[in-house]
T-cell receptor, first 114, second 114 residues
């Protein structure tokens, strides 16, 4: 049981490049989330999904896109990378998304945009 | 709107001494509160949560947290600190609208001095 996995661990992009951050979970969780963590700040929600085929915006969605074709996978797409997207990105999942449900996090992807 | 505040960026404590990491919250309904720990270059690990019931919540690695409704606080505690407890600690509150995501504090860096 690997939990939540993310690839790559590190990436450097040039301004205007695109990339996809991969996230997968093997816990059969319905809810999945993407957060970003900026230095000295807490995590902020980018996008979330309540199940396959259903996604919605979080607090800071601009510059990102997501898809959820399967229960297991929830990739995050950056179309035109900007320096403001330099951050650490965390994927998380939870079983049902109810108020008491615990979110489990992946190890993160550290992205630098130059 | 839900939010949490961690008033201390840094907490230093001697090994063997009790430790407290502070968190206060603001919610419009019942609070659902969480503590996570982040070790260097790692993802967030769940420590404990308060949903309802006993105000003293016990979690992983010997940590516990005390929920205080009148003071709107949820402080993390441990009776005897270990050097290996040195890490970044995040308090979070559950969003009780559609996303059910977590709103995080800015984090408190705990250093346990040998």
């Amino acid at each position: 049981n690997a939990g939540v996995t993310q690839t790559p661990k590190f990436r450097i992009l040039k301004i205007g490049q695109s990339m996809t951050l991969q996230c997968a979970q093997d816990m059969n969780h319905n809810y999945m989330y993407w957060y970003r963590q900026d230095p000295g700040m807490g995590l902020k929600l980018i996008y979330y999904s309540v199940g396959a085929g259903i996604t919605d915006k979080g607090e800071v969605p601009n510059g990102y896109n997501v898809s959820r074709s399967t229960t297991e996978d929830f990739p995050l797409r950056l179309e035109l990378a900007a320096p403001s997207q330099t951050s650490v990105y965390f994927c998380a999942s939870s079983l049902e998304g109810t108020s008491g449900d615990t979110q489990y996090f992946g190890p993160g992807t550290r992205l630098t945009v130059l | 709107a839900q939010s949490v505040a961690q008033p201390e960026d840094q907490v230093n404590v001697a090994e063997g001494n009790p430790l407290t990491v502070k968190c206060t919250y603001s919610v419009s309904g019942n609070p659902y509160l969480f503590w996570y720990v982040q070790y260097p270059n790692r993802g967030l690990q769940f420590l404990l949560k308060y949903i309802t019931g006993d105000n003293l919540v016990k979690g992983s690695y010997g940590f516990e947290a005390e929920f205080n409704k009148s003071q709107t606080s949820f402080h993390l505690k441990k009776p005897s600190a270990l050097v290996s407890d040195s890490a970044l600690y995040f308090c979070a509150v559950r969003d009780q609208t559609g996303a059910n995501n977590l709103f995080f504090g800015t984090g408190t860096r705990l250093t346990v001095i040998p």
